[in-house]
């Protein structure tokens, strides 16, 4: 599974190195198990080692789950084995396939009974950075999770080395473990200008499975650039991302690419993904990769090590890097390259939608009306926000577009809205027929009913 896109566009080899949970030492990236129709995943209990302290868990055999990389136009085709004590579905978030593959139980899929298994197959015609996660319950908050690439057919960006960099928050297998900064659920902790996704005590943050005191160790040589694919794949934390004394060039949210705009610190809701581009500039030393939970407690690392500096101490594992504070990427900022192909004037249809507390439009799942729409419409999503909580809202089996002042705003799968009258909108275009879930990424609001079902009917 080479990462080095210069040999790939023929400017010179090296070697790849690309980090995902279950690497060896040196970076070189887990790839997820073959059979003979493809890649296979088995959901089972399993235990990781978090710096040393074993515990219990489940997962696809690591945490994160082997990364599954391919080419766009090829057909993802997956087995899920289910070594669980329970039923299990695997949602291919970010991609748009066929409505039966889309892995949800109730809507689009019966789960998959223990000892049984599935096989997912579709072609996957857009390239990106995605995710593949169980769809049951807090299955995801356990661990069954990893990454999924879509490379494109031709590559456009030069870089040495590529990281993806799944961030996650965590307490299975922890109970009674201490606190490592979250703040206690219950009551509204929230000052009115916080910027908070949720309010769950969570022990442990965690970059690619590995806590603050074992960090994953991003490797340069001086003058390289690197290209990371930043997921936040947690069940109940937003986080801001930065990398001390470098700059970000956002090239690709949710894996859909934007006009190149270089910006100190990345905010990732649930759901969200945001490729970056890092020049190397500096001469050697190692540099803290910080990962802040909004809202609350709670600190994540990696560490960016330059070739050289093998002796040089990586930094005090709570040193927080001023580009936190610098400038943050804003849906704004980012023009698309790639706009959805939706017409002027007035959408065929539009959904104003209140999201309060965890209701969409006053309703709990699954207690609530269907959406629908009609396939061909061009739909317009609005969304006001009356909770003190921030809420990423994930749309199953399309992308759609986030109005901006440009006209030409992200094309995305997974949009924060703000707290206390925070106001977002987007369009899409039904053409994926089916029922598709549309849902708050917290997983915590998502079981308390904070879902509503996009359906396609007649016109």
């Given amino acids: 599974m080479p990462a080095t896109r210069r040999q790939f566009l023929g400017l010179g080899a090296a070697a790849g190195l690309s980090l995902v949970a279950g690497c060896s030492g040196d970076g070189r990236p887990a790839a997820a198990p073959s059979s003979p129709g493809g890649p296979r995943l088995t959901a089972v209990p399993m235990r990781m080692d978090l710096a040393g302290r074993e515990i219990p868990t489940w997962g696809y055999g690591t945490v994160p789950g082997p990364e599954i990389r391919l080419r766009a136009g090829d057909v993802l085709r997956v087995r899920l084995d289910n070594g669980l004590p329970e039923g299990t579905t695997v949602h291919w978030h970010g991609l748009a396939p066929p409505n039966g593959m889309d892995g949800v139980p109730g809507v689009t899929q019966a789960p998959v009974a223990p000892g049984a298994g599935f096989t997912y197959e579709f072609e996957t015609p857009v390239a990106g950075s995605f995710m593949y996660h169980a769809h049951v319950g807090m299955q995801l908050d356990r661990g069954l999770y990893g990454p999924l690439v879509v490379e494109p057919r031709t590559e456009e960006l030069a870089y040495d080395h590529e990281y993806t960099l799944m961030l996650d928050d965590w307490r299975d297998g922890l109970e009674g473990h201490a606190d490592h900064g979250s703040s206690p659920p219950g009551g509204d902790p929230d000052p009115v200008d916080a910027v908070s996704f949720g309010g769950r005590a969570y022990p442990l943050l965690l970059v690619n499975g590995r806590p603050p005191d074992d960090p994953p160790v991003l490797r340069a040589r001086p003058g390289d650039r690197l290209r990371l694919r930043v997921m936040n794949v947690a069940a109940d934390t937003g986080f801001r991302f930065a990398v001390a004394g470098h700059r970000l060039t956002v090239t690709h949210t949710d894996g859909m690419p934007v006009e190149p705009v270089t910006v100190?610190?990345?905010?990732?809701?649930?759901?969200?993904?945001?490729?970056?581009?890092?020049?190397?500039?500096?001469?050697?030393?190692?540099?803290?990769?910080?990962?802040?939970?909004?809202?609350?407690?709670?600190?994540?690392?990696?560490?960016?090590?330059?070739?050289?500096?093998?002796?040089?101490?990586?930094?005090?594992?709570?040193?927080?890097?001023?580009?936190?504070?610098?400038?943050?990427?804003?849906?704004?900022?980012?023009?698309?390259?790639?706009?959805?192909?939706?017409?002027?004037?007035?959408?065929?249809?539009?959904?104003?939608?209140?999201?309060?507390?965890?209701?969409?439009?006053?309703?709990?799942?699954?207690?609530?009306?269907?959406?629908?729409?009609?396939?061909?419409?061009?739909?317009?999503?609005?969304?006001?926000?009356?909770?003190?909580?921030?809420?990423?809202?994930?749309?199953?089996?399309?992308?759609?577009?986030?109005?901006?002042?440009?006209?030409?705003?992200?094309?995305?799968?997974?949009?924060?809205?703000?707290?206390?009258g925070g106001v977002v909108s987007f369009d899409f275009l039904a053409g994926n027929p089916g029922d598709w879930l549309f849902h708050c990424h917290n997983h915590h609001h998502m079981e308390d009913g904070m879902v509503r079902v996009v359906r396609y009917g007649p016109a």
């Fill in 264 to 420: 100190d610190a990345l905010r990732l809701g649930m759901g969200e993904r945001y490729d970056v581009l890092v020049e190397a500039a500096h001469p050697g030393g190692v540099w803290q990769v910080g990962v802040q939970a909004e809202g609350r407690g709670g600190w994540g690392r990696a560490v960016l090590r330059y070739t050289g500096s093998e002796t040089s101490s990586a930094p005090a594992v709570a040193e927080r890097p001023a580009e936190l504070d610098g400038r943050l990427v804003t849906y704004p900022d980012l023009v698309s390259r790639e706009p959805l192909a939706v017409p002027t004037g007035t959408p065929d249809r539009e959904y104003d939608l209140e999201l309060s507390g965890t209701q969409i439009g006053g309703q709990s799942h699954p207690d609530a009306d269907p959406l629908p729409v009609v396939e061909g419409e061009w739909v317009r999503v609005t969304m006001r926000n009356t909770s003190a909580k921030w809420h990423p809202m994930h749309l199953h089996g399309h992308h759609f577009q986030v109005r901006t002042p440009s006209g030409r705003g992200p094309v995305k799968d997974t949009v924060a809205v703000p707290s206390r």
